[in-house]
C-alpha cells in the first residue's frame, strides 16, 4: 500500500523531467545548500552531493528516490 501512495507522488508528472527522472528542484526536501563542493541537498535522506539527491538515491539503491514530496505552492497576497 505504501507503494500506491509514493508513486502517487509522481502521477501529475510535475516531480519528473522528461528523461522520466525526478526533478529534484520541484522536491519539498530539496535544497541549495550554498557550498561550492557540495551544492545540493535532501533534508529527508539528510545528506549534500555534487550531484541531485534523486540521482543519488538511485545510483545507491536501484530504484528512483522513494522521498520524493512535491512542494506545497504558496498564495501570495495580502490577508
Do not use: L, W
Not at 516531480?15 to 525526478?22: M, Q
Amino acid at each position: 500500500m505504501g507503494g500506491t501512495d509514493r508513486q502517487s507522488r509522481h502521477a501529475d508528472g510535475g516531480g519528473r523531467k522528461e528523461n522520466g527522472k525526478i526533478n529534484c528542484f520541484t522536491c519539498s526536501h530539496f535544497f541549495i545548500t550554498h557550498d561550492p563542493h557540495e551544492p545540493y541537498g535532501c533534508r529527508a535522506m539528510g545528506f549534500k552531493s555534487r550531484q541531485f539527491p534523486s540521482d543519488v538515491a538511485e545510483s545507491c539503491s536501484g530504484m528512483q528516490c522513494q522521498m520524493y514530496a512535491p512542494k506545497i505552492k504558496r498564495q501570495h497576497g495580502h490577508e
